[in-house]
């Protein structure tokens, strides 16, 4: 695993295998946030606010980008708080304070937004897939699955107010994705139901409350300032 642009306060695997929809050939994706040295924030030019790379397939956010990517529900940034126990690899002190107020994050406009938008890139990719080929079927297949998983997520989180990460039931995600591969209109009847599901009143908050990553932030910032002793320019 590469070197951490900062300190990791929170990581695991996240994707198809958090799902339950890996198969054989799946990659294995990770998702953490980290916390640069607060001192990096004070200079002229700010530190990358995020890491990306490829064999292992890793993304890492700083924890400013993190909050304000979960503060506006992205389906990928905001699971890595959700996820079942056994799938983090790094959790420090910080990291579980940040899982403590995970649900302090979600709103219903922002959910309805953000999943509803990713469900319905989902479904333009679905549409541009000739499934008369093998190749691109498969492709179509699983644009077909992270549609109805996102769908799925949004709609328990709207209800019941809660991230279903793992999904309950895999195989009912992959049969409607082939049977949608086959029949595209299937998810259009899809998105025009949860929707209406989304219009509907639900558990969530209209906004999300900002305060307490506020407050978890700066602890983060307080945590990760080690200043430097400049020489006296005076001489």
């Known amino acids: ?22 198969h054989a050939g799946s990659d294995i994706d990770r998702l953490g946030l980290f916390a640069t040295p607060t001192e990096g924030l004070h200079g002229l030019h700010r530190p990358a606010e995020s890491h990306v790379t490829t064999a292992p397939d890793r993304t890492l956010h700083e924890a400013a980008k993190w909050c304000r990517l979960a503060l506006g529900c992205n389906p990928t940034a905001s699971e890595l708080v959700w996820l079942p126990e056994d799938l983090y690899e790094v959790r420090t002190p910080l990291g579980e304070e940040l899982i403590a107020i995970r649900r302090s994050f979600l709103s219903a406009r922002a959910v309805r ?3 509803l938008g990713y469900a319905t890139q989902q479904f333009r990719k679905l549409l541009t897939r000739d499934t008369t080929d093998p190749a691109t079927r498969a492709r179509a297949a699983k644009h077909a699955r992270h549609l109805v998983r996102l769908l ?3 709609l328990h989180l709207h209800e019941a107010g809660h991230n ?4 309950p039931d895999p195989e ?5 994705g082939e049977r949608i591969a086959d029949d595209p209109a299937r ?13 509907r009143p639900g558990v969530l908050p209209d906004r999300p409350d900002e305060r307490p990553a506020d407050a978890w932030l700066r602890r983060v910032r307080a945590a990760h300032w080690t200043p430097t002793r ?6």
Not at 5 to 16: A, H
Not at 230 to 235: E, F, H, L
């Open 187 to 199: 998810a259009d009847r899809l998105l025009a139901a949860a929707t209406d599901r989304l219009d």
């Open 230 to 235: 400049d020489a006296d320019p005076t001489g």
């Open 1 to 22: 695993m590469s070197t951490a642009p900062g300190t990791v306060l929170l990581s695991g695997i996240v994707g198809s295998t958090a799902y339950g929809l890996a």
């Open 113 to 115: 937004n953000a999943y």
């Open 172 to 176: 009912r995600v992959r049969d409607l």
């Open 164 to 167: 279903l990460v793992r999904l």
């Open 152 to 154: 799925d997520q949004a």
